[in-house]
Structure formats: C-alpha cells, structure tokens
C-alpha cells in the first residue's frame, strides 16, 4: 500500500547522484549539467510552477528524479506527473519510484501531446522543463516550445531552469516574453524563466509580460 510521501522516500535508492554523473559522461549535451539540482533550486520550481494547485504537470529531462520528488512532494494526492526523458538509464531509475501519481516515459520532449494522450491525461497545468536548450538545434528547441505551448492548460504555467538565456530568444513570437528569476543557491547558478498561457484567446507575444501578470515567488530559504 502506497503511504505518501515517506513511504517512496525510504525506498527511492540512493545513488541518483552515481547515475546522474553517469549520463552526464556519456551524453554531456542532453544532460547538462554534471550535478543535479539542489533543493533550493528544487523549492522555487515547484513554487513557480505553482504544483500544489495543479492537476496534471509535465517534466520534460527529468534525469535521475530530483526535481521529480520535488514535484511529488508537493502535488496533491489525486494529481498525475508524467516524465518524459531520453536517457534510458535515467528512465530505468524513475521506474524505482513506487508513486501511482507518477508517469515515465522514454520520449522526446516534441512528442509531449502525443504521451500525454497515450496516459489520457488531459491538458498540463504546469510543464517543467530542465533539457539544455542551449545544447540543441534551434529548430529542434522551437519544435519543442511550440508543442509545449500547444498543449497546455489555459493560465497553466511553462517553468524552465537554465544555466543561459538562450531559451528565452527562441520563439517569443509564440510564447512572448517570459518573467525572470535567478536561484544563486546552485552549482552553478541558475535562471528561472516562467510563462503563462493567457486564459482565452490568443495575446500578441509583442505585448509581452501582462499588467497584473503575478512575480515569481520570493526566496523561501531556511
């Protein structure tokens, strides 16, 4: 029987770190990074994407699940995340995760609509993303934003944490311009770039960020 939180936290094993730096060596341009996120960096995703609130979320490059847990610590118990990653040995990791809430897929982060089908889920509220845009084609980049802002929710939220700021220049023509943060407490530190789908209809990107559009949450360190 499931038990919440406590229960996949004593059984999640415990060299994701091993693993991480694993995939980092043989696929340096899809991982990243050569650490995984720390649990600062962890805090203000989930707080920006606002998961607590949301009913399905997506997490496109997952790795070995860091910021995975994070998301299920905070979503609520009826809610689904769905992964979806190209590194099967990341993806064999996720699947040690006993959580019914959570989703694994080894999948292309362009093939969003299609997995999210295939689970019949509906429309993400939030789609975290941590895949190195900076790394990929600029094609395949756009590709990726446009499927991301094509399926989700209506006021959902599209998070993505990244060492640069090349995923804010790809299609602001789409996507319009993003809101800014930066989380110091990393290695190395990190921007935060936050979208939100307006409500209903579509916005001229040109306009940008919206009067009234709500700030990133603030710091919540200890």
């Known amino acids: 029987m499931f038990n919440g939180a406590s229960d996949w936290k004593t059984r999640f094993r415990p060299n994701g770190r091993l693993t ?17 996120s720390s649990r600062f960096l962890e805090r203000r995703i989930v707080a920006s994407a606002e998961i607590a609130q949301a009913g399905t979320v997506v997490e496109l490059g997952p790795g070995t699940g860091g910021t995975t847990r994070a998301i ?25 995760l006993p959580d019914p809430r959570l989703r694994v897929q080894l999948d292309s982060a362009e093939r969003i609509g299609e997995a999210l089908a295939e689970h019949g889920l509906p429309r993400p509220n939030a789609v975290v993303s941590g895949i190195p845009f900076s790394t990929m084609p600029a094609e395949c980049g ?13 006021g959902g939220c599209f998070v993505a944490y990244q060492f640069v700021k090349r995923v804010a220049e790809l299609d602001p023509e789409t996507l319009g311009l ?14 935060l770039f936050r979208w939100r789908k307006p409500q209903a209809g579509p916005q001229p990107a040109a306009e940008g960020r919206k009067a009234g559009q709500r700030p990133l949450p603030a710091d919540s360190h200890p």
Do not use: D, Q
């Open 20 to 36: 991480f730096l694993k995939g980092f060596l043989r696929h340096p341009t899809t991982v990243g990074s050569i650490t995984p």
């Open 72 to 96: 299920l610590n905070a979503l609520p118990p009826t809610s689904r995340l769905l992964t979806l990653e190209i590194n099967p040995g990341f993806v064999a990791y996720l699947k040690s």
């Open 142 to 154: 756009r590709r990726i934003l446009r499927a991301v802002w094509a399926c989700l929710a209506p």
């Open 178 to 191: 993003p809101e800014v943060s930066m989380e110091f407490l990393n290695v190395p530190p990190v921007h």
